[in-house]
């Protein structure tokens, strides 16, 4: 079974790609605060376009990246979740909210990102690379 399965709180989008996943990094920037409600998202990069939403369509929408260029923030329109956000400054790779896979079992962070931005409280796993902002292969 793919790794890549999942949907949002309500159901009413569901997604799945036969994918392997790239990588995993936590986002502490402060548009990925405002969009979970929370002190930071979890992102698994997987190769662009490679989402199948099985079900339900998400909405889209258009927020701007560091770099200047537009970050499409995918969610349901329902119930809010976040699905994935397509950057356009990273043309290989699509970013998946892990919260919302069916199982979370094998995420394994290997980056610390904006974390100039981090809540004051965060605890960082030890020996997982922190980066103030974007790495700098990836900017
Ligand atoms: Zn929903
Ligand atoms: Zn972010």
Not at 26 to 46: E, M
Request: aromatic share 8%; charged share 10%.
């Amino acid at each position: 079974m793919s790794k890549i399965a999942g949907s949002c709180l309500c159901g009413a989008i569901k997604y799945a790609s036969s994918v392997e996943p790239v990588m995993v990094a936590v986002c502490h920037c402060t548009h990925c605060q405002k969009q979970s409600g929370g002190a930071f998202s979890v992102n698994v990069a997987i190769p662009k376009g490679s989402l199948q939403v099985i079900s339900g369509k998400t909405t889209v929408f258009q927020d701007v990246g560091s770099s200047g260029q537009p970050v499409y923030r995918h969610f349901c329109s329902t119930c809010g979740s976040p699905i994935y956000s397509d950057v356009v400054a990273t043309p290989q790779l699509d970013w998946l909210k892990a919260g919302t896979l069916d199982d979370t079992s094998w995420i394994k962070p290997v980056a610390n990102i904006w974390c100039e931005s981090a809540q004051n409280w965060v605890v960082y796993p030890e020996g997982v690379p922190r980066f103030p902002q974007n790495p700098p292969a990836a900017s």
